[in-house]
């Protein structure tokens, strides 16, 4: 009976193959071809050899020029044609910034850019996982649920529970729940995962089939409660499961995702193509071979085996292009919206909780000892100073804990979110706080973990000096990466180079931080593309009350000088009392 491979499909991306027939040395010769296929995984439950579908063709031409009969049922042989044509279409729409034809699916209120709907097609067209890597403030939340209505990723008429996942840091679940707020009218049918044990239980149980969950909480803690089959995983910031020897990693691979992971990204590679590798064997499991293939074809090792080199990166590049959508912010430039407001919300620990509820509970004391000042329910002149003034401590804290107590540690949660953002994000950043002393703690600290920095106060930099620093820094041959400052320069001079700006904390009037801060990114001679404008905002502290009322309850199209006092001249002890704790106020 003669050799004959056989390659049977059993999902979208992988085929498994087996042989049978000829002779001993044949059939070691088959063996020894199939292990020797780009990242040809053994299954020993199935006793089979799993192929990606990207290495299937290379394996059949060599079994082919052995003499071996490669066999393809014809069913499986029209899929893999189809897949072909795919990835043409995908190279094809790479170069492309709208697409024709586009039919706005129902429940996605808002029409995406040109470059968006570029995007989702694209998705349309690849099968299994993928990773979506356009610039930073560009949109690609709204990529994925164009995905996901575009591209039948969720079944609205049966609703069961449980079809699309959305991973991200902690800090962005608010942020993705309001893009399904303001871009579809299915945010009903979104759960999002959070709180005690028990209430998370109940979450992953419920009936809705959309749930925004972080990495830690979901892929590290919740691993016996959740679900394990979706039809779609939508994982931000990516780099979270970069390590292949971390939990996350280990735990994202056995799930069951029916039409893949994309992975949103900006920077798939911060450190080496180690990472690459470790985010591709997640959403393309074997596309780029084993660990020391792709070392042989791509790395250059020093005798620990630490990577201190690369080669063949066009042949890599090629290799990940159908698999990725990563567009240059040049490229899209045309279609950026101006400015993109984003909030990071985070979690303080325990500890800094206890710590803030202490100094929450003296300004209370302090509400109730001076409610005798309020006349006629409106405020005195030195009234609204003071309930300002008293509250900064909490805020003051909030940013680090140092700035109130001298005792206490510099480094906090804040501190923590921002190192995240700034390694994410490409380009230039402006960091502004109200504090100069919370200017210099962030310049020395990030100066010390090796990021060049200017840092501009009013306290520490003369008038006369600052124009140097700003051009300086504005200067297409300048390296540093992040600008520190006060609202001394939240005036009269241009910071253009940047492209993202940090609130590190909020003022109470968002005019200044609108129409002043970022307007020194945001500027009429910009010809860069979108802004990217954060706020940090710490849960169920003061900071989110600040949030909510004056952003979320203003109208941002309008500058509003005198907020402040519009907003708290009604504002009693109860208000005051749910405030410091982040909540609605009536």
Known sequence: MPMIIKASFINSIQAKVDWSGGDREEWNAVLALIKNTTGAIFNPDGKYWVIHIDNLKPLAVKAEQMGFQFFVSNEDWAY??????????????????????????????????????????????????????????????????????????????????????????????????????KHTDIAHLVTVIEGVRKKREEQWASSTPIKIAS???????????????????????????????????????????????????????????????????????????????????????????????????????????????????????????????????????????????????????????????????????????????????????????????????????????????????DGKIVVFSQWARMIRILNEHFTKLG?????????????????????QFNSSEDDTKIFFTTDALQRGVDLISADTIIHYDSLWNPAKMIEQREGRLHRMNRDRGSVLAIRLVANNTIEQTVERVLFERADLADSVEGLNETTLKDWGERQWKDAVKGKVID
């Open 80 to 181: 893999y044609t189809r897949y072909e044509a795919s990835q043409d279409s995908v190279a094809e729409l790479a170069f492309k910034l709208d697409v024709d034809g586009w039919v706005q699916p129902p429940h996605l209120k808002t029409e995406p850019r040109g470059y968006q709907k570029v995007a989702i097609t694209m998705m349309r067209h690849t099968l299994g996982g993928i990773i979506l890597g356009d610039p930073v403030g560009s949109g690609k939340t709204i990529e994925c649920i164009g995905d996901m209505l575009y591209n039948n990723r969720i079944d609205l008429d049966k609703l069961s529970p449980n079809q699309i996942l959305f991973l991200c840091p902690a800090t962005l679940k608010d942020n993705i729940l309001k893009d399904f707020v």
């Open 215 to 425: 990495y830690q909480g979901t892929l590290i803690y919740d691993r016996d409660i959740m679900p394990k089959k979706w039809n779609r995983i939508y994982a931000d910031e990516f780099n979270a499961v970069k390590n292949y020897e971390s939990k996350a990693n280990r735990f994202i691979k056995e799930l069951d995702v029916r039409d893949g992971i994309v992975g949103m990204t900006a920077t798939p590679i911060e450190l080496n193509l180690g990472e690459l590798y470790s985010l591709y064997q997640v959403i393309q499991p074997g596309m780029l071979g084993t660990w020391a293939q792709f070392s042989r074809d791509h790395l250059e090792l020093d005798r620990f085996g630490g990577i201190k080199g690369s080669r063949n990166l066009i042949k890599l590049s090629e290799r990940i292009a159908p698999h990725q959508i990563k567009r240059t912010k040049a490229f899209i430039l045309p279609q950026l919206p101006a400015k993109v407001p984003r909030t990071y919300t985070f979690d303080l620990s325990a500890t800094e909780m206890a710590e803030y509820n202490k100094i929450a509970n003296d300004f209370m004391r302090w509400v109730k000892e001076n409610a005798h000042r309020r006349v006629t329910n409106a405020l005195k002149k030195d009234q609204k100073g003071n309930y300002i003034t008293e509250s900064l401590r909490m805020r003051q804290f909030l940013d680090c804990p140092y700035l109130v107590d001298p005792a206490l540690p510099i480094q906090n949660s804040k501190m923590e979110v921002l190192k995240q953002l700034i390694e994410s994000v």
């Open 451 to 471: 990021y060049k920095t200017i840092m501009i106060t009013g306290e520490d930099v003369d008038i006369k000096d600052r124009m140097p620093l700003i051009n």
